[in-house]
């Protein structure tokens, strides 16, 4: 008998639901982490993010906004500026976003077993690492 543990979006909706500000993520990450997802891409151009679970399930969430640009040339200190703002409340999910694009984020992942978060550049640099707390 499998003991794979399938979620499915309207789960994450609504532990998405609870975060406002980016003060809540660590409590997020650790709801997602309870529901059997080890970790996601998030995609920048237009939100769409994949989750992959503990034992490779995966599903997708659909773009959230039409496709934005993403700086060619990441810029890492201004994606930390924009990351400090929004994880002391002073901006909103879809902002934080606009102003990573801004910043050269292609995506992020969030890796709930290591609880690390890495923000990466359309080359697939790391621009920005940074651990979770909790």
């Given at each position: 008998m499998s003991t794979a543990k399938a979620f499915?979006?309207?789960?994450?909706?609504?532990?998405?639901?609870?975060?406002?500000?980016?003060?809540?993520?660590?409590?997020y990450v650790q709801e997602l982490k309870?529901?059997?997802i080890a970790h996601y891409e998030h995609f920048v151009a237009d939100g769409r993010i994949r989750y992959t679970g503990i034992d490779g399930f995966s599903i997708d969430a659909p773009a959230k906004w039409p496709e934005q640009n993403i700086t060619a040339k990441g810029d890492a200190a201004q994606l930390k500026t924009a990351l400090e703002v929004h994880q002391q409340g002073g901006s909103d999910y879809f902002t934080f976003c606009q102003q990573s694009a801004a910043a050269g984020?292609?995506?992020?992942?969030?890796d709930m077993q290591a609880m690390r978060c890495s923000y990466y550049s359309q080359s697939g640099a790391v621009l920005l690492e940074e651990i979770i707390p909790g």
């Open positions: 499915t979006l309207e789960q994450i909706r609504d532990a998405h639901a609870k975060v406002k500000s980016g003060a809540d993520f660590p409590a309870a529901l059997g984020v292609e995506k992020w992942t969030t």
